[in-house]
């Protein structure tokens, strides 16, 4: 995107209002309960983890004198490669002399906030790819998701026995699971019975980092990436995606040293390609990849909404 004396026609006027609007973002939660690790620099692009079995009861009582059989070991590999991504906006040498604003602060804000947001996407997409999926009401597929096959009381009960079923733990800096849900399924958990007897004598401070509400061990977390999957149920219905999990279930990774970073190429780092000092840019550039851990500790409900 550039930025050219063209588009400055609401800074050069007569009166200006100084009052910076918010802008319309997203909240970022896709990664806020993941586990986080970093690769060291020079130890490539991919990292894994390795999980083993669980060993069978050993509930037959020893014979003396005998050896006994003893249980395979079963080790699970988990890799995750890195990938790099970015993005900048350019503007003139005409901007920062014009502009009443701080272009640099305004552009440093937007591109950190486009960053978060593009992490934030790539996550919601991966998590939504996992095989452990639920659909609403009984449903058997995500194309027979019909109207009024919403989040209930009870989906969320059949949601927390899911993950319990799988012996998946709570996560432990908040004694809960987590489900991410979109504003439009937050309206159907408002007419939920659970969330009548608590949300509105819920103890504001048990409720942690942005959840909207604790419901039967879930703590539930709101934005617009929640997925939605457009005209796919039945008879052309949009089906919502509400994804819940627990201790170790997801992962997000990114490189030593590649992290996250902020780019400014001045007036004239361009040499010939910019004879006249015309054009500099700002941009962010980072490494990042989302996995899912264990795809029996995170479950995909699908349904649809009252909205």
Known sequence: MTTGSSSLAAEIRDFYDLTMLDKAIPELVHTRYAM????????????HWRRSS????????????????????????VPVTVGQFGNFVAFSDIVPVTSIDNIMTENAENLG?????TFDLIAAGVYNAGTNVMYANGRVSRGTVAAGDVITDLEIKKM???????????????SGYVAIVHPDTFLDLQNTDGFRLTGFYQDKESIHNGSIIKLYDIYFLETTNAMQFAAQGAGGLNVYSTIVFGQ???????????????????????GTADPLNQNQTQGWKGTFAAKILNDTWLLRVEHATTA
Do not use: H
């Open 54 to 77: 669980l060993l069978a009861p050993a509930t037959t009582p020893l014979t003396e004198g005998v050896t006994p059989a003893g249980a395979p070991m079963t080790v699970t590999d």
């Open 36 to 47: 986080k690790k970093r690769i060291p620099k020079n130890s490539g692009r991919t990292i």
């Open 248 to 270: 170790n279930a997801i992962a997000t990774v990114d490189i030593e040293q590649l992290g996250l970073e902020t780019i400014y190429k001045p007036l004239g780092s361009a």
């Open 160 to 174: 927390r026995r899911g993950l319990k079923r799988a012996n998946c733990r709570p996560i432990s800096s908040i």
């Open 113 to 117: 906030q486009n960053a978060g947001n």
